[in-house]
Nanobody, 126 residues
Framework: QLQLVESGGGLVQSGGSLRLSCAAS????????IGWFRQAPGKEREGVSC????????NYAESVKGRFTISRDNAKNAVYLQINSLKPEDTAVYYC???????????????????WGQGTQVTVSS
């Protein structure tokens, strides 16, 4: 049974950076497209970035393009999200998730993902 655990969140000032990690156990991550999602209070969960099984294809929400970088290390069974130039509106709980076998990096919506971590809080102060 695949289990995902996020880490790396925290409180940072506007303009700062964080590196989020998503570690997997119970299965190898290279079977799955992996996505990073976030949910702010009172808002729906939104797709931030997704990466294909091989890592060759990536997809980003318009709001994070140029600031966020997704990567994966299948040998370490981990996926990362480097987030730079943080803004207060980036404040949210960030989740990683594994996609269904047919999910591609372009399908970066929550309904295409089935296994979710518990989330890590990112708070950006102005």
């Amino acid at each position: 049974q695949l289990q995902l655990v996020e880490s790396g969140g925290g409180l940072v000032q506007s303009g700062g950076s964080l590196r989020l990690s998503c570690a997997a156990s119970g299965s190898t991550l290279d079977y799955y497209t992996i996505g990073w999602f976030r949910q702010a209070p009172g808002k729906e969960r939104e797709g931030v970035s997704c990466i294909s099984k091989s890592g060759d294809d990536t997809n980003y929400a318009e709001s994070v393009k140029g600031r966020f970088t997704i990567s994966r290390d299948n040998a370490k069974n981990a996926v990362y999200l480097q987030i730079n130039s943080l803004k207060p509106e980036d404040t949210a709980v960030y989740y990683c998730a594994a996609g269904y076998r047919s999910t591609t990096a372009l399908m970066c919506v929550a309904s295409r993902f089935w296994s979710w971590g518990q989330g890590t809080q990112v708070t950006v102060s102005s």
